[in-house]
């Protein structure tokens, strides 16, 4: 099978809402009158942000539901997207599983792959989404205001301790996971939830927002830094994951508070909000927790039970950190 003919069978689909799709130069793409277009990109390179073993229908599934959490923090309405692969070799088996992965949750959101490339290389994934916005309703970083509650939803730690496991990390301190936790801890790992409808839900609601995915303490820091605020945060009310409850305290604190792949929003809102999003969290069946507030200063400052610092000067994962 050449390049082409493997395009051809696992990657083209008749154009639906693009002028034009897979199979020239560019593709062509009229956004809805009046609104905006919001793009984001992400790479997924084996052995780095992926066990190599992973299952390949998993592995299609994550490669685009972290574009469409960028998305789904701004707000946005997920359209377009383009996939680019390196590939060590032609595996038609992979192949199929991870584009039957990928356009699963592509037609649950209503997302038409309009291009790409692929060459041969070691295992390296990379996704371009494009959404739509209406002018001046993207929720943005740099909006948090003084007196704000912070919100995340969902429940976190099960992805990090997920990759403790499948490292070895987990054994080495002889700790064993149930069958139970693995499958839970896998699945939050490999099969993460994009919250698009709570990020169109919180247009309007929402000051701030971004998506989890290099950890709480390290992203919020973002948003405090955007916005020229702090962010207080209360490790009783964090939406620990009930999986990993039974673990060591630290390493729950470890794992939720700095543990990546999680890719639930977190976000800010006036305290007048509280039964708007009370009510959003019935709506959508999802969880929705106050975690903490933003106050004037600078920084992100997790406290733990009894008022003490918990892990200060923590910061999110840094593919180039030292």
């Known amino acids: 099978m050449n390049e ?24 062509l793409l009229a956004p809805a ?20 073993d992973v299952d390949p229908y998993r592995l299609g599934h994550k490669a685009l539901a ?38 699963a949750l592509a037609d649950l959101h209503g997302v038409e792959l ?16 494009a959404g739509e916005i209406e002018p001046g309703q993207a929720l943005r970083r740099d909006g948090a205001r003084i007196g704000d509650d912070i919100w995340v939803s969902g429940v976190l730690g099960a992805a990090s301790v997920a990759v403790l496991a499948r490292s070895g990390k987990l ?21 993460p939830t994009p919250r698009v409808a709570l990020g169109r839900a919180l247009r309007g609601i929402a000051h701030a ?16 830094a955007r916005s020229g605020v702090a962010a207080e945060l209360d490790w009783l009310q964090l939406p620990v994951d009930p999986a990993i409850i039974n673990l060591p305290l630290a390493m729950q604190q470890q794992a939720v508070l700095t543990g990546g792949d999680e890719y639930e929003l977190c976000f800010t809102a006036a305290t007048a909000q509280r039964a708007a999003l009370q009510a959003l969290s019935v709506e959508l069946d999802l969880p929705l927790t106050r975690i903490g507030r ?11 039970g009894d008022g003490s610092p918990l892990l200060a000067g923590a910061r999110g994962f840094d593919h180039f950190a030292a």
């Open 209 to 224: 927002a971004l998506d989890v995915s290099d950890g709480l303490l390290g992203d919020l820091r973002h948003i405090a």
């Open 4 to 27: 082409f003919e493997l395009i051809g069978r696992y990657f083209t689909r008749p154009a639906q809402r693009a002028v034009l799709g897979v199979g020239d130069d560019c593709a």
């Open 66 to 103: 972290v574009n469409l959490s960028d998305l789904a923090a701004m707000g946005a309405q997920p359209s377009w997207c383009t996939l680019s692969i390196a590939l060590p070799a032609v595996d038609e088996a992979w192949l199929a599983a991870f584009s039957a992965g990928f356009f």
């Open 294 to 304: 933003i106050t004037a200063g600078e920084g992100v400052h997790a406290r733990a």
């Open 114 to 129: 309009v291009g790409g490339d692929t060459t041969r290389g070691p295992l390296t994934i990379a996704v371009q989404i």
């Open 33 to 52: 009158q009046g609104r905006q277009l919001a793009i984001s990109a992400d790479m997924l390179v084996a052995g780095r942000h992926f066990f190599p």
């Open 171 to 191: 054994a080495g301190q002889g700790i064993v996971l149930s069958a139970e936790q693995q499958a839970r801890c896998g699945e939050r790992l490999d099969m």
